[in-house]
Structure formats: structure tokens, C-alpha cells
């Protein structure tokens, strides 16, 4: 079959494009950045990749002979206000250009929306399902809780609350009751109900066996790690103090803490029905999920992750608009050595920061990363998603990788840290010469001050880097 795939840099869509692959469906990937194609189904012979952004839908060319489409789109994390109106411009855009084609189904993930007191969210996402509904194509809905699986929101905001406090004062909505269903069954879904046609037009809530509490997640969490836990809650912690515990403490950003606590404090328990009957699947339970997704981290392949997407940042543009470095109005640190082993330093610039650090003065980086985390942003708590691979899009640290080419041998970030500018950083080697340049173009006194301010940091911490590049341990 040709099936449309929207969000294909996203969580869910990029394994579930992996998935289709394998089942041999040809498939339509849609894009808002032509850099940002994911690299493990970019040469696939069976892939076509589309630029097109839903808010801005009047260039996109969609093919007519596609038989299904997949609606993964979610702004969940994006700094916008006003994202229930994004959300349902985006439906109403992909509805209105699907509607053209020979689509017979559209398949949605959705969220599950049983509580009488929706959070903002999740009313969203209802409000999403309802303006996809179509007569010129059936709706398929899948209404899922928590999502557990390698580099999921969820697995990995549990991940760090759990492996960082040996004992925790907590919100009272960590006692909310939640059914989490593992990543892999919610692909097992997502796939097998491709032109079923009993399952047109209908809604189905997916969920796990066992209904669990926030509190019982984390202490099942332990168990597996083999780790022991102490947790207390408190009664009297406000949304708004929740969403900054969840900040400071997890690698999230308070955008998604503040969407997350708002909807934590509902009750997420799914509806029974047969959706079972006409998927075979015995849905998984969570400690199974968390150590299968600990086994694709220990095999360091995990295919996605929550942080890939932009909006887990401060950046909102195209990588694409950024990746020719500015040449006038910028404060520049250029530095270059002499390469004497190209590979050797090739693996140690696509190896920088996360758990490797970056092989200079790391408690420096560290305090630059507690500081912008106490001014509200990202800090080094993201890390990255792979320890020695890299492409565009991808996280590191508080960077975001605008270009990842070996065959250039070009490494190009840009910072979301909190800054009065914009700062970039790049690794390039050109004949045996390896140039590191940091680029910042300041705005206002207060980006000049600031350059000024760390310019004698520079001389040994960007000095340190580039010898650690190049010379040999």
C-alpha cells in the first residue's frame, strides 16, 4: 500500500515508518524541513519525502493514489500559547488536502479523554479528532494513555527522577491513576489496523493491563533498576511549583513540565472494547516495557526520542535558515590545529558532549549548564540521544545539531541556551586543518556585555577543546 506519514521526525513516526517499511508498504513522508530526514529510512527505496507544513498548506503537493495516511502530529512541547489553535489549523489543513486524494483511511493517535475535567491537552486532542472526522475518507482513532518505551517523555522524565533522588518529596498528583502501554504495542496497533475496514469510523481506547499510579511507575521503575526508593508526597505543591520541580529536576522543558503536570491530574483509564479482537495483541506490562527499553539503551539503539524534536528546545525555526553562519554584526572564536589522524578526530567531534562530555574543563560546562537551567533553560540535562552518532535535528546538551555530515567533515550546532543572541559552533576539517569556530551575534548591550563577560573563558576552555580533538589520550 502508499500510505502518508505525518510527523515523520517525531517519536512515534519515525519507528513507525521503520515498521511499515518492513511490511513493505511504500510510503509518503511528509516533512517541514528537508535536512531533518531521518537518516535510517532517507536511502530506503521504498521512501519519498515531501516538504509540508500543515499551518502553511498552499505549496504542498500531496500525491492523489495514496491508499492511507497517518495524523501523528502533536504540539505538546511547542512554547506557544495558543497551541489548541495550531493544533486544529494543522487537522483542518491536512483534512482539507487529503480530502483531494484517493485516501480511504486516516489513522490518529490520540489521547485518552474519559476524565469529566480534561486538561487543556488533552481536550486538544479531542478537539483534533473531531475536525479529521471526514466523509470523503473513515477515521481510525487510537486513544492511548502513557507511552513507555527507550526515549519516550514519560520513560525518560521517570528515568531521571528515579536514577538522580534516592528519596523524593513529591506533588499529590503523583497518586493519579494511569494505564501505561508500551511502545512497541502501540506500533503493533498503529499498523495492524491499516484498511481494516471494521475498524472505519471508530475510536478505540488503548491501554496496558495494570492500572497504575504516577507514585507505583516510579517505584516499579526502581525495582527494575534494582534500585531502592523513598517517596513522600506533599498536598499543597501548586501546578506551578509542580511544573518547576518536574524542570529542575527532570531533563524536560518546562513548556512540555507545565503540559505534563496539567495533565497529570487527570485520571487516564481506558475504556474496554474489542479492539483486541481485531488486532492479536496481548498488550505488555510495564515493568516488561521498562526493561526492554532498557535493552535498546544498552545496545545504544534507540531509533527516537522525545528530545529530537525541536520544540524540546528554545528553537522554533527551520535548521535549514540557519546553517550558513552569519559573516557580519558577530563576535567570532576561531581556532584551528593541525589533524594528524583524521578518523581519530572525526570519532571524538561526532562523540562531544552527553555522557563523553567535552573533553575540556567539563565542570565548567556544567556550571553553564546549571545556570541556564535556573534562568529557565534547556541545561545539560538533555544530553544526547546516541554516544557516537549524530544528524540534524538531533539534541546535545543545550545545542541542537543544525548539520551532522562526515563525508564534509562538518559538525554545526546552535545554542538553545538562554542568550542575549544567537551562538553557533562548528567543527570542520578542511585539508589536515581542523577549524573550530564559535559564532555569537549579540543583540543589544546586554549580548555585547555578555560576549564580553566569557571571552576569558575562552582562551583554555575553547583551547582545551580543540587540543582534545586532535591529540591523542
Not at 511547542?78 to 482539507?96: G, P, R, V
Amino acid at each position: 500500500m502508499k500510505i502518508l506519514i505525518t510527523g515523520t521526525t517525531g517519536y512515534i513516526a519515525k519507528r513507525l515508518a521503520l515498521q511499515l517499511l518492513e511490511d513493505n508498504h511504500k510510503l509518503i513522508c511528509c516533512v517541514r524541513d528537508m535536512s531533518r530526514i531521518p537518516d535510517e529510512i532517507e536511502e530506503h527505496p521504498n521512501c519519498t519525502f515531501i516538504k509540508v507544513d500543515f499551518l502553511e498548506p498552499e505549496l504542498a503537493q500531496i500525491p492523489n493514489d495514496i491508499d492511507a495516511a497517518y495524523y501523528l502530529i502533536h504540539s505538546m512541547a511547542t512554547s506557544s500559547n495558543d497551541f489548541e489553535t495550531l493544533e486544529e489549523k494543522c487537522a483542518s489543513n491536512f483534512k482539507a488536502l487529503v480530502s483531494k486524494t484517493k485516501c480511504k483511511q486516516v489513522i490518529y493517535l490520540s489521547g485518552i479523554v474519559n476524565d469529566k475535567s480534561l486538561s487543556k491537552h488533552l481536550k486538544s486532542r479531542l478537539q483534533v479528532e473531531n475536525t479529521l472526522k471526514s466523509e470523503a475518507y473513515a477515521l481510525t482513532t487510537f486513544r492511548a494513555g502513557i507511552i513507555v518505551g527507550s526515549g519516550s517523555a514519560s520513560f525518560e522524565i521517570i528515568r531521571d527522577i528515579v536514577e538522580k533522588l534516592p528519596a523524593m518529596v513529591t506533588p499529590r498528583w503523583l497518586n493519579t491513576k494511569t494505564q501505561p502501554l508500551s511502545i512497541r504495542d502501540v506500533l503493533t496497533y498503529l499498523s495492524s489496523a491499516l484498511c481494516k475496514e471494521e475498524l472505519y469510523n471508530k475510536a478505540y481506547d488503548i491501554f496496558g493491563p495494570e492500572i497504575l499510579t504516577y507514585k507505583e511507575m516510579l517505584l516499579q521503575f526502581a525495582e527494575v533498576r534494582g534500585l531502592k526508593r523513598r517517596i513522600f508526597t506533599l498536598p499543597f505543591l501548586s501546578p506551578k511549583l509542580s511544573s518547576y520541580w518536574l524542570y529542575f529536576v527532570t531533563s524536560t522543558s518546562f513548556q512540555l513540565a507545565s503540559a505534563l503536570v496539567d495533565s497529570m491530574t487527570v485520571e487516564v483509564i481506558g475504556r474496554p472494547s474489542d479492539i483486541n479482537d481485531h488486532i492479536s495483541i496481548e498488550p505488555m506490562t510495564y515493568k516488561t516495557a521498562v526493561d526492554l527499553a532498557f535493552q535498546k539503551i544498552e545496545q545504544n539503539s534507540v531509533i527516537s526520542s522525545w528530545k529530537d524534536a525541536v520544540s524540546s528546545g528554545v528553537f522554533n525555526d527551520q535548521l535549514s535558515k540557519h546553517i550558513e553562519l552569519p559573516q557580519f554584526g558577530c563576535f567570532k572564536d576561531v581556532r584551528h590545529r593541525i589533524v594528524t589522524d583524521e578518523d581519530y578526530t572525526l570519532d571524538r567531534i561526532w562523540g562531544i558532549g552527553g555522557r563523553n562530555g567535552w573533553y575540556s574543563f567539563n565542570r565548567l560546562w556544567k556550571i553553564r549548564g546549571y545556570m541556564d537551567k535556573l534562568f529557565g533553560g534547556v541545561g545539560l540535562r538533555r544530553g544526547r540521544t546516541h554516544d557516537t552518532y549524530l544528524e540534524a535535528g538531533d539534541p546535545l546538551d543545550f545545542w541542537r545539531v543544525l548539520l551532522a555530515d562526515k563525508k564534509e567533515k562538518r559538525l554545526l550546532l546552535f545554542a538553545e541556551m538562554k542568550l542575549p543572541g544567537e551562538a553557533w559552533l562548528e567543527f570542520k576539517i578542511v585539508k589536515d586543518k581542523l577549524y573550530q569556530r564559535a559564532v555569537f551575534r549579540p543583540k543589544g548591550v546586554w549580548g555585547r556585555l555578555y560576549w564580553y563577560s566569557v571571552l576569558p573563558f575562552h582562551a583554555f576552555v575553547f583551547n582545551g577543546m580543540i587540543n582534545a580533538l586532535v591529540e591523542k589520550e
